[in-house]
């Protein structure tokens, strides 16, 4: 027996096996590659293709509909089912969709090939119980095809008889309790219109409050950063050392230049007494000097420069210094940031998907990480109106919190904590504040 063959009946064994939808989604997306490589997988589920929607992927445990890539998959989708092909296999290259698909493919830097298998149900006359995409670099070949062909057939059984099962033992156990759930649901109406405090979660950290940037005053490459994170500065202190090399060369010329100029001055001065067409020179040889007095004094200013001392007391903010040795910097660049460990703020970057309606001065409650058991109070500040991507390739907004007057005179949390922070928003009734994020994903789904 072949280790695809093996490999096939495992899979099939695991699809049996699984007790629910997410359970049987989560193999589909992930054990797959057991059978066929690829880099990707996406299922997608909807009956007879009505409105397919994305439902798990690959190597992802929850799907984010606000992700760029998400969106994408479902506009794919809604294209191909739109031109009627959607009901067979098909191999999609970006050459085979419109031009705005196409660039979003590109854009998104994903695979080269897409494979578009249909989750049959053959128990109900070939109806199309999902989808399951694929997408690696090289095509796929007629055999991987064959096998991806039987393997939906089993796919798209199991997901039918999930669905099935799940909304029959749904409607058997609500007709039999029908009473109790009447009163049920007349006491659960009353809560849900209780009054509570929408909230919301998200990342923290702790920055210093209206810090010194040292940015890069010339361009030219660092040579060593001297302090250490954290280490205490005071003004002048020196902070970071550019190659001078070249520098010091042009400050010695000018050096000798201007040198030169003032022998040649001080000779047509002293020999102006005997040769008055030497005083003609005068007044050239005089500009001559200030010129070369110019260039001078820029060359040792450059030169001066190139040590960036602090200008002010307090700590150095800064990753590893080792990591800015021999790198070419830009004027203007940043390098570090020296700040008042006793002046901080937090930053919190709301994800776009967590995000509420805010006011300045709300409340938010933030949980560092060092001491998960105390809350330090804060206000809201300052928050944008615009998105930005974070580094887990996330958007959020950026709100700034301060210290509360209540934690004025207790000792600030050290610069670059993390943690948690909680912001309060408006008072909303119990059922928008457990079903918030239903109802966008639901009005996104929707269209209105």
């Given at each position: 027996?072949?280790?695809?063959?093996?490999?096939?009946?495992?899979?099939?064994?695991?699809?049996?096996?699984?007790?629910?939808?997410?359970?049987?989604?989560?193999?589909?997306?992930?054990?797959?590659?057991?059978?066929?490589?690829?880099?990707?997988?996406?299922?997608?589920?909807?009956?007879?293709?009505?409105?397919?929607?994305?439902?798990?992927?690959?190597?992802?445990?929850?799907?984010?509909?606000?992700?760029?890539?998400?969106?994408?998959?479902?506009?794919?989708?809604?294209?191909?089912?739109?031109?009627?092909?959607?009901?067979?296999?098909?191999?999609?290259?970006?050459?085979?969709?419109?031009?705005?698909?196409?660039?979003?493919?590109?854009?998104?830097?994903?695979?080269?090939?897409?494979?578009?298998?249909?989750?049959?149900?053959?128990?109900?006359?070939?109806?199309?119980?999902?989808?399951?995409?694929?997408?690696?670099?090289?095509?796929?070949?007629?055999?991987?095809?064959?096998?991806?062909?039987?393997?939906?057939?089993?796919?798209?059984?199991?997901?039918?008889?999930?669905?099935?099962?799940?909304?029959?033992?749904?409607?058997?156990?609500?007709?039999?309790?029908?009473?109790?759930?009447?009163?049920?649901?007349?006491?659960?109406?009353?809560?849900?219109?209780?009054?509570?405090?929408?909230?919301?979660?998200?990342?923290?950290?702790?920055?210093?409050?209206?810090?010194?940037?040292?940015?890069?005053?010339?361009?030219?490459?660092?040579?060593?950063?001297?302090?250490?994170?954290?280490?205490?500065?005071?003004?002048?202190?020196?902070?970071?050392?550019?190659?001078?090399?070249?520098?010091a060369s042009k400050e010695a010329v000018a050096r000798q230049a201007l040198s030169v100029a003032e022998a040649e001055l001080r000779t047509v001065q002293q020999g102006g007494f005997l040769d008055p067409n030497q005083k003609a020179?005068?007044?050239?040889?005089?500009?001559?000097?200030?010129?070369?007095?110019?260039?001078?004094?820029?060359?040792?200013?450059?030169?001066?420069?190139?040590?960036?001392?602090?200008?002010?007391?307090?700590?150095?903010?800064?990753?590893?210094?080792?990591?800015?040795?021999?790198?070419?910097?830009?004027?203007?660049?940043?390098?570090?940031?020296?700040?008042?460990?006793?002046?901080?703020?937090?930053?919190?970057?709301?994800?776009?998907?967590?995000?509420?309606?805010?006011?300045?001065?709300?409340?938010?409650k933030v949980f560092l990480d060092n001491d998960p058991l105390h809350a330090w109070s804060a206000h809201l500040s300052e928050s944008s109106y615009e998105p930005k991507t974070t580094p887990d390739q996330q958007l959020a907004y950026?709100?700034?919190?301060?210290?509360?007057?209540?934690?004025?005179?207790?000792?600030?949390?050290?610069?670059?904590?993390?943690?948690?922070?909680?912001?309060?928003?408006?008072?909303?009734?119990?059922?928008?504040?457990?079903?918030?994020?239903?109802?966008?994903?639901?009005?996104?789904?929707?269209?209105?």
């Amino acid at each position: 027996m072949s280790d695809t063959v093996a490999a096939l009946l495992g899979l099939e064994q695991q699809l049996r096996k699984a007790s629910d939808l997410a359970q049987l989604s989560y193999t589909l997306v992930n054990q797959t590659h057991t059978c066929v490589p690829y880099t990707q997988a996406v299922l997608l589920v909807g009956e007879r293709l009505q409105r397919p929607q994305v439902v798990a992927a690959s190597d992802l445990p929850t799907v984010d509909y606000t992700s760029p890539y998400i969106a994408w998959v479902e506009q794919l989708s809604k294209f191909f089912i739109g031109q009627g092909n959607g009901e067979k296999q098909a191999l999609l290259r970006p050459s085979d969709l419109d031009t705005e698909l196409a660039n979003e493919w590109r854009e998104l830097e994903l695979p080269d090939f897409v494979f578009w298998q249909p989750l049959r149900v053959e128990a109900r006359n070939g109806e199309i119980a999902g989808v399951l995409l694929l997408l690696r670099d090289k095509a796929w070949s007629e055999a991987e095809q064959s096998v991806l062909q039987h393997l939906a057939g089993s796919a798209g059984h199991a997901l039918f008889a999930l669905r099935r099962g799940y909304q029959l033992t749904q409607l058997r156990t609500s007709l039999q309790n029908r009473k109790v759930w009447l009163v049920g649901a007349a006491v659960l109406f009353l809560v849900m219109m209780l009054p509570v405090r929408l909230s919301t979660l998200a990342p923290v950290e702790v920055v210093p409050r209206s810090p010194h940037v040292v940015a890069a005053p010339l361009e030219g490459v660092v040579r060593q950063v001297v302090v250490k994170p954290n280490q205490q500065v005071q003004p002048g202190d020196p902070l970071v050392f550019l190659e001078d090399t070249e520098l010091a060369s042009k400050e010695a010329v000018a050096r000798q230049a201007l040198s030169v100029a003032e022998a040649e001055l001080r000779t047509v001065q002293q020999g102006g007494f005997l040769d008055p067409n030497q005083k003609a020179k005068l007044a050239e040889l005089e500009a001559q000097v200030r010129l070369k007095q110019a260039e001078w004094q820029f060359a040792r200013d450059q030169l001066e420069r190139s040590s960036i001392k602090a200008d002010q007391p307090g700590v150095a903010v800064l990753d590893n210094p080792d990591e800015w040795k021999g790198r070419p910097v830009r004027v203007g660049e940043r390098i570090m940031q020296v700040a008042d460990p006793a002046r901080v703020e937090f930053k919190v970057m709301l994800p776009v998907k967590d995000s509420i309606s805010l006011i300045p001065g709300a409340e938010v409650k933030v949980f560092l990480d060092n001491d998960p058991l105390h809350a330090w109070s804060a206000h809201l500040s300052e928050s944008s109106y615009e998105p930005k991507t974070t580094p887990d390739q996330q958007l959020a907004y950026r709100l700034i919190a301060q210290l509360s007057e209540a934690e004025q005179g207790n000792e600030p949390p050290r610069i670059g904590l993390r943690g948690t922070a909680k912001v309060y928003g408006e008072k909303v009734s119990v059922f928008f504040y457990l079903f918030r994020r239903p109802i966008t994903s639901v009005r996104q789904w929707l269209g209105w």
